[in-house]
């Protein structure tokens, strides 16, 4: 496949594991979405619902969840922005980067940027400090300052826990101008590195086996899903096994 946009995700996906990027788009082996993804999706819809000042669904779970965050939200309809717009740039890099943006909106004379985020624990929520170097905060930062230039901007995650007891939590970064210049840099470089990964064999692709357990669960036992394919290569993702993987693959060449 040949690789012809980014986006947000990709590009904290890429960063994570190289390989696991190249797998998904490159080689079209998309993983499958998990129960927490269609929970995150349905929060999502009820909290664009809300914000927009519609009719909430009778979604009492999704409710639960959103409900704690709401109080870091603008009231439904009573700002100055916008709900989940789409995000597109053809000059922060090598292709066009496209997106949406959960909602934005001025706040006194700052714009303000909002993503929702479910989690299964607060643990994990981003201090403001790693916000500055979160991917998908640059690139959101970064194209808010080419369409609105003379606007401070901040970006804010709103963080929901997806299961009982159901808590908020947010964390906000302002990007300076420094910030601004710095995240276009790396933005730049990072898609210079997707681009020349994406016409890179799999083989030859980096691959972080730090990753291999990343979003490992009672549903999803086997953490990310390409860990046999990465294992026929030589690589040790799954454990002791491994090796087998890479034999039962070169046998299978042999039988060609
Ligand atoms: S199995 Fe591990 S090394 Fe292979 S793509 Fe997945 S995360 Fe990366």
Redesign the pocket.
């Known amino acids: 496949m040949i690789w012809k946009r980014a986006s947000a995700s990709q590009g904290k996906a890429f960063l ?5 990027w ?2 998904e788009k490159i080689g079209g082996f998309r993983g499958e979405e998990t129960g927490a993804m269609r929970l995150g999706k349905r929060v999502h819809a009820l909290l664009e619902l809300y914000l927009r000042g519609e009719r909430l669904p009778q979604d009492k779970e999704a409710l639960a969840i959103a409900l704690p965050g709401m109080k870091y939200l603008p009231k439904p309809k009573s700002f100055l922005g916008a709900v989940e717009d789409r995000i597109y740039s053809t000059t922060l890099g090598c292709v066009p980067i496209l997106g949406f943006v959960d909602l934005y909106y001025w706040q006194g004379d700052c714009l303000v940027i909002v993503d929702h985020k479910s989690t299964g624990n607060l643990q994990y929520a981003l201090a403001p400090s790693e916000i500055s170097r979160d991917f998908q905060a640059m690139i959101y930062a970064c194209w808010a300052s080419l369409r609105w230039p003379d606007e401070r901007i901040t970006f804010r995650l709103v963080y929901y826990t997806s299961r009982p007891p159901y808590r908020s939590r947010v964390s906000e970064y302002a990007f300076s101008d420094t910030d601004i210049e710095a995240a276009k840099t790396y933005i730049r470089q990072t898609l210079d590195r997707m681009l020349l990964a994406s016409i890179t064999d799999i083989a030859s692709v980096p ?3 730090a ?2 357990h ?1 979003y490992k669960s009672a549903e999803n036992p086997m ?5 046999e ?3 026929e290569l030589g ?1 040790q ?1 799954m454990g002791a096994a491994s090796s087998f993987f890479q034999l039962g693959k070169l046998l299978e060449g042999k039988s060609c």
């Open positions: 994570r594991c190289q390989s696991r190249h797998w691959y972080n086996l990753a291999c990343d953490g990310c899903p390409h860990r394919r990465c294992a690589r993702t």
